[in-house]
Antibody, heavy 120, light 111 residues
């Protein structure tokens, strides 16, 4: 059974960089059928797609966040990571990592999410 | 404000059917058959319930069904059960610039 687990600091000060890692177990991140993505949910709000990455390193990002987002992959560790720079309180959210099936356009496996609070 | 519009809440009694709408535009829901629906119990990982508008992943109850008309997609849950009480989110492809957009979520209460 595929499992994804987010990890990283729960508190980030503005305007520092938020860094999270998603560890994939029970399957290979190098599978050609999937992208891997980050989604977030601010308190009391809906979900927002942040961006996705292929095992080769090919990425695409939400245009509204593109200038601040970097997603990378480490196939040797079966992990992918998110960096969000110049954070503000508006970036406070539960951050989820998920597997993305490109052909069907859906996120079929998700992590449980990690709350990141941006506060000085 | 989310890109796709969902009702904030819906409710129904056990055994009844409910429908959750997801309204987008001709740039997303109306143009692509790539709408997916997710069930989310707080504190747990979201679960894929419907993909490509109408398809159910293996293991998802056939009480869940999806449809689309114009710029609006819908999720119908029949034979409501207590465990269906959760938040539900829709998601759609929105073209090669915006990519993926979600709805604001709908809280389903089973009375």
């Amino acid at each position: 059974q595929l499992q994804l687990q987010e990890s990283g600091p729960g508190l980030v000060k503005p305007p520092e960089t938020l860094s999270l890692t998603c560890t994939v177990s029970g399957g290979s991140i190098s599978s050609s059928s999937y992208y891997w993505g980050w989604i977030r949910q601010p308190p009391g709000k809906g979900l927002e797609w942040i961006g996705s990455i292929y095992y080769s390193g090919n990425t695409y990002y939400n245009p509204s966040l593109k200038s601040r987002v970097t997603i990378s992959v480490d196939t040797s560790k079966n992990q992918f990571s998110l960096k969000l720079s110049s954070v503000t309180a508006a970036d406070t959210a539960v951050y989820y990592c998920a597997r993305f099936i490109t052909a069907a356009g859906n996120f079929d496996y998700w992590g449980q999410g990690t709350l990141v609070t941006v506060s000085s | 404000q989310s890109a796709l519009t969902q009702p904030a809440s819906v409710s129904g009694s056990p055994g009844q059917s409910i429908t959750i709408s997801c309204t987008g535009t001709s740039s997303d829901v109306g143009s692509y058959n790539l709408v997916s629906w997710y069930q989310h119990h707080p504190g747990k990982a979201p679960k894929l319930m419907i993909y490509e508008g109408t398809k159910r992943p293996s293991g998802v109850s056939n009480r869940f069904s999806g449809s689309k008309s114009g710029n609006t997609a819908s999720l119908t849950i029949s034979g409501l059960q207590a465990e269906d009480e959760a938040n539900y989110y829709c998601c759609s492809f929105a073209g090669s610039t915006t990519f993926w957009v979600f709805g604001g979520g709908t809280k389903l209460t089973v009375l």
